[in-house]
Every structure is written in C-alpha cells, then in structure tokens.
C-alpha cells in the first residue's frame, strides 16, 4: 500500500477522530476519545516519529484542549502530513522505538492479508513474495508471504518451515534460528519495497533481537519492520558510482495480538561488482 500525494495540504493535526485511520492522541486525552486504533503519545518526539511510520493514514486529535497541549499543537499545525514513502528518516532510532511502534495495532483497518487472524483470514492461502527480494533461489525459501505496507510500516504474514533449516529435535515453538533469518528476510524486502535496486547487494553491520516469549508453529505470524531508507539516496548518481548507504532497520515478530520479539539490524548497501 504507496502513500499517496493526495494530500498537500493537509497538516498532522486533524478536527475529528473519524478522519484518519490511526488517531494519536496525548496520553491524559485516551479516556476521551472513541477511535478504533488510538495510539497514545506523549511529546513531539514520540508523535513525530510515528506520524513518520503511519503517514498520511494518521492524524493528531486534540479537541477542545488543544491549549492544553501547546507543543503538540503547534508542531501538528505546521508539520504537513509525515514523511512520505520516498524521503528518508535521517536520525538514529528512538531509544524507545520497539515500543513505540508497538502502539501501532497490528488489526486494524488499512492492513491486509491474514493479519485479522481471524478463522475465514487463517483459511486464505499464503503467497509468497518474489525470491528476488529476498536474495533466494529458490521459492521454498521463502519465508514471508502477502506484504502489505501502512505508510512506511511493512507487514509480512511468515512460514515457519524452510528446508534450509533442519533441526535435530521436533519443537512446538519456532526455533530462534529461523526467526532470526524472517527478521533478515523482511529486512531485505523492506529496503527493495522502498527502493534498493535489485542489483545491490545488502551488508549487515548489526542484528539484535529481543525475545520475549515463544512462537508457536500453530498460530500465523507477523513480521513488522520500518526502515530508515528512502528512494531519493537512489536518484543517479548515486546507483551509478556505487556509493554505500547506511540504513538501520526496526524489526518486530507479532502473533495473537503480542509482540513476541522485536531487534534492530544495522546495514551497508552498495552496488554489486558486475
């Protein structure tokens, strides 16, 4: 799902929950606002990053206590709508960014695919995105499948078997292993959906994962990431002289409405020798 230019107007801020599909709302104004995915904020910083992630789906509501919140105010009317899909984010990662883009509800009314997790989403069959965009070979190895993007927020439905990885003991879980290499899968179609050309190849400099609990092999998963890459760093000449970018990219492992664990990789890309 592209971001649009439809849009030019219009700034962060917005009169009524109903007009945008993500509301982020001060945290002291949650008990007033009926919004089906609210997410709450507590500064400029914190909204401004994920008015980033969600562009033009999200909007800042305030109500009658705008002057309640002045910084949150002004910031929202000046600010137009985030950063769109084709500009960069060019600052480190929030120290907090595993949590907040936790706030982001992974059902929710823009996604598609089996996020619903639903028993009629769980009966669709699963389609594998193109090998190319994760440097396989062979489709089997695939392990993400229906890619759909929110803003700048990718989502993956997974496969948890590959028959590049074969275990010694049967398992109820998913094996770190495996989940490590989804977390290098969606990386790598994130950074291609985004505007790596397909003749560069992609260097890791970092992977930190976090796991909080267990993912079983029954129940569908998701994979999240945001990526600080943007297709402008790729206008000529830069693709042509072969010149290195470094990105960073937010990864999160989502199943039954949790986040089962999130990391952050760290990547060099540059052309590849012909």
């Not at 959906?193 to 609990?213: K, Q």
């Not at 960073?248 to 890309?269: K, M, N, P, R, Y």
Request: aromatic residues 8%; glycine residues 6%; charged residues 25%.
């Amino acid at each position: 799902m592209d971001s649009d230019s439809s849009h030019p107007e219009r700034r962060v801020r917005v009169a009524s929950p109903e007009a945008v599909p993500f509301l982020l709302v001060p945290e002291p104004l949650l008990p007033e606002v009926e919004h089906p995915c609210r997410i709450p904020v507590k500064d400029v910083e914190e909204a401004e990053f994920l008015a980033a992630v969600l562009q033009e789906h999200c909007g800042l509501y305030l109500g009658a206590r705008a002057a309640d919140f002045p910084a949150l105010a002004e910031w929202a009317d000046a600010t137009p709508v985030g950063v769109r899909v084709g500009d960069p984010w060019k600052r480190d990662p929030p120290e907090n960014v595993s949590e907040l883009l936790a706030r982001i509800p992974v059902r929710n009314s823009v996604s598609a695919g089996r996020q619903a997790f639903s028993e009629a989403e769980q009966a669709r069959p699963l389609a594998r995105i193109d090998p190319v965009l994760v440097h396989k070979r062979d489709p089997a190895n695939v392990l993400l499948a229906n890619a759909c993007r929110v803003g700048a927020l990718q989502q993956f439905n997974c496969f948890t078997e590959s028959p590049e990885f074969v275990f010694d003991h049967p398992s109820g879980h998913v094996q770190g292993m495996l989940l490590t290499e989804l977390a290098r899968q969606a990386s790598i179609a994130t950074i291609h959906g985004v505007g790596l050309p397909l003749d560069w190849s992609l260097i890791m400099t970092r992977l930190s994962l976090e796991f909080r609990r267990f993912v079983r092999n029954d129940v569908p998963v998701i994979i999240r990431t945001f990526v600080s890459f943007r297709l402008p760093e790729w206008a000529e000449p830069v693709r042509t002289v072969g010149k290195r970018s470094r990105m960073w990219i937010a990864v999160q492992g989502w199943q039954e409405d949790t986040c089962c664990f999130h990391g952050l990789i760290g990547a060099l890309s540059a052309k590849e020798a012909s």
